[in-house]
Nanobody, 122 residues
């Protein structure tokens, strides 16, 4: 079984920075794309950023230039560096990864983490 665990959320003032981590563990053969999403109460989950299987990055317009997604292959961890945070960035942030497990390396399964709260407030 595979687990994704997010960490790094917390309270930050407007204009501040936070770095979120998403660590994958378990019987992993390979990790394909990894995505960050966020959700606020009463709203649909919103895509934020992707680190693709080709090691390219994509960002939502709302975070372009302020957020950076990166990956440490050796640690099976993806990071989301968030800068110039705004109150509108306040949400629960979720990590999502397409993973091939050692038990069946030909099948890709999508996993979600439990989420980490980011609060932007003065």
């Amino acid at each position: 079984q595979v687990q994704l665990v997010e960490s790094g959320g917390g309270l930050v003032q407007p204009g501040g920075s936070l770095r979120l981590s998403c660590a994958a563990s378990g019987s992993i053969f390979s990790i394909r794309a990894v995505n960050w999403y966020r959700q606020t109460p009463g709203k649909q989950r919103e895509w934020v950023a992707t680190f693709t299987s080709l090691a390219t990055t994509k960002y939502a317009d709302s975070v372009q230039g302020r957020f950076t997604i990166s990956r440490d292959v050796g640690k099976n961890t993806v990071y989301l560096q968030m800068s110039s945070l705004e109150p509108e960035d306040m949400a629960v942030y979720y990590c999502n990864a397409d993973i091939r497990e050692s038990s069946n390396p030909f099948r890709t399964v999508s996993y979600w983490g439990q989420g980490t709260q980011v609060t932007v407030s003065s």
